[in-house]
Each structure stands twice: as C-alpha cells, then as structure tokens.
C-alpha cells in the first residue's frame, strides 16, 4: 500500500524550532517530488515547499522561505522539514504529499501532523 | 506568484442536483491544474489532474474543463459523500499555488 506517514508536530513558543518527519511506503520514494502542505484552522490549504526525488531542487513558499528547510534521505524514504523562527502563523495542520508523476498533482497524501505555535 | 481565483465559497445543493465550481488562473498556466475534495478532519483527496483528467477511483459524474485561464469541476449528479470542500490548484510554477475553496453543502 502507497503511504506517506508525518510526525514531529507539537506545541513549541514562538521563535522555537521543529522538525516534521514524512516517512514513505509502498513506492519508489526517489522518482517522486514530495510536498509539504499546510492548512491553518478553518483556512484553506498552502502550499509550503517540495524537494525533487534527487533532492537537487527544492522550493519554498515566501511565507517560509529563510525559515524552514526540506531536505530528504532516500536510503530511508523519509523527507523532513526543519522549521525555525517559528511564528504564531505556522500553526496548521501540515501534510506531506506526493507528486503524482513529474508535478501532475498530488495523489498521495498523509494524515497531517499539528504544530501550534504559542507561548 | 500566479493567482487562483476559485467561487463560489460556499455552494448549496441537493442530491441529484448537476453542479459547477470555477477557479480562474491569474496567467496562463496550460492544463497544469488539479482538482482535490476534502473532507472535515481528512486530507485532500486527488479528483482531477492536468485539468480534465479523472484520477484512478474516482467516479466519472466528476469531470474537468479548461477554457483558457478558467477551469471548472463539474459534478454531474451529486451523491451524499460529496458534500465537501474542493480546491483547485495549480502546477505550471513554484510556488504552487491553490484556489480559495468551495465548501458544497447540502440545501
């Protein structure tokens, strides 16, 4: 079965830091762009960041870039998201998603993990 | 930053009803849009991609239009489990970028 599974979300004071985890199963991990989206309560989705399947481009929404960091180890199917400066308007729902083939969509999407950002 | 300009918000309907949301992109994009339904609580579920193909599973009264800069999502006979938020979303650039929403709620 295709899966994509985060983790790392939390309750951290602004100015803190987090690293969310999007571990991969059932695909081959390192022929996929892997997105990060976020949805904040009762908002709609944005979209944060994505990393290629070699990792050699990535990109970032201005509202995180400078900030938060994607990067990816395809020796454990796992893409991370390195959150830093954290601000009261990170806190969302945040999904990891995969690209269905080359950008087409994103046709797998994990649970979500919750960070609040809060003193 | 390319703009997605979906409407209506919100769209209420009965089952049975044929129904259209619209998403309009700032610039062109070709067909590098894609629709998603989400549920409350749930991730977004893929519908559409390149703007009129269905995605595996889906069922066919869910259908997607381009013309030029404007794309709809058609749902030809609504069923209860589509009462929902759908978003469009566009993929021609980074930053990617998605539409509003419409929440679909039953009339």
């Known amino acids: 079965e295709v899966q994509l599974l985060e983790s790392g979300g939390g309750l951290e004071q602004p100015g803190g830091s987090l690293r969310l985890s999007c571990a991969a199963s059932?695909?081959?991990?390192?022929?996929?762009?892997i997105n990060w989206v976020r949805q904040a309560p009762g908002k709609g989705l944005e979209w944060v960041s994505a990393?290629?399947?070699?990792?050699?481009?990535?990109y970032y929404a201005d509202s995180v870039k400078g900030r938060f960091t994607i990067s990816r180890d395809n020796s454990k199917n796992t893409v991370y998201l390195e959150m830093n400066s954290l601000r009261a308007e990170d806190t969302a729902v945040y999904y990891c998603?995969?690209?269905?083939?080359?950008?087409?969509?994103?046709?797998?999407w994990g649970q979500g993990t919750t960070v609040t950002v809060s003193s | 930053d390319i703009q997605m300009t979906q409407s209506p918000s919100t769209l209420s309907a009965s089952v049975g009803d044929r129904v259209t949301i619209t998403c309009r992109a700032s610039?062109?994009?070709?067909?590098?849009l894609a629709w998603y339904q989400q549920n409350p609580g749930k991730a977004p579920k893929l519908l559409i991609y390149?703007?009129?193909s269905l995605e595996s599973g889906v069922p066919s009264r869910f259908s997607g239009s381009r013309s030029g800069t404007e794309f709809t999502l058609t749902i030809s006979s609504l069923q209860p489990d589509d009462f929902a938020t759908y978003y469009c979303?566009?993929?021609?650039?980074?930053?990617?970028?998605f539409g509003q929403g419409t929440k679909l709620e039953i009339k």
């Open positions: 998603a995969k690209d269905r083939s080359s950008g087409d969509g994103m046709d797998v």
């Open positions: 059932g695909f081959t991990f390192s022929s996929h762009v």
């Open positions: 990393i290629s399947g070699s990792g050699g481009s990535i």
């Open positions: 610039q062109n994009i070709n067909s590098w």
């Open positions: 390149e703007a009129s």
């Open positions: 979303q566009q993929y021609d650039s980074y930053s990617l970028t």
